[in-house]
């Protein structure tokens, strides 16, 4: 079973904008929720997997969505190589969506994703996928990296802490 968890700047919780973000949210969704998907990402989150086997998973379907694979030039006012694993423009913003297992909270790659969010000029929004539990390896205790990275970004939607991230869609697998 995957998890989520929609986080939005209050202002914008009702506009249509957020409402689309969502509507693409929820077919994402959907197709993480199919037993073959889930048996896939079950696979894909073992120990020594890459995110790489969880992107292949929903590829075909963020496709169908709009999104393209690792979007040049969306960060070139930083000469900084960054880009995000997959991008969808819609209207004057986009969606950056990307997807972490072994790094989650580790090396905090999913404060690193937020903030490429933050700075990029051409989405305001974040679709990020974690793993719900993550073992590194087979004989260590699981890291609860959904409840983990759902309690760090939260703080970013409290009122006096708003970023340029309007909005967050966290997918817990």
């Known amino acids: 079973m995957t998890q989520r968890q929609d986080l939005v700047q209050r202002a914008l919780a009702g506009t249509d904008e957020w409402h689309r973000v969502v509507g693409i949210a929820d077919r994402l969704d959907r197709h ?3 037993p073959a998907v889930m048996d896939r990402l ?3 989150n073992q120990p020594g997997q890459s995110s790489g086997l969880v ?3 929903f590829l075909h379907e963020a496709i169908a969505l709009g999104f393209r694979s690792e979007a040049k030039g969306l960060f070139a006012a930083y000469e900084s190589g960054l880009r995000p694993d997959y991008h969808l423009p819609i209207d004057d913003t ?3 969506l990307e997807v972490e297992r072994g790094k989650t909270t580790i090396n905090n790659m999913d404060l690193l994703d937020f903030w490429k969010c933050h700075i990029c000029e051409h989405a305001d929004y974040l679709f990020l996928m974690v793993p ?3 073992r590194q390896n087979p004989t260590m205790s699981p890291r609860r990296e959904f409840a983990t990275v759902a309690r760090r970004l939260a703080t970013f939607f409290r ?4 970023t340029n991230v309007r909005g967050l869609v966290l997918f817990g697998y």
Request: aromatic letters at 0%.
């Open 159 to 162: 009122p006096g802490n708003e």
């Open 32 to 34: 993480l929720q199919e």
């Open 55 to 57: 992107q292949a998973t």
């Open 94 to 96: 986009g969606i950056i």
């Open 132 to 134: 719900i539990e993550l």
């Open 42 to 44: 079950l696979t894909a």
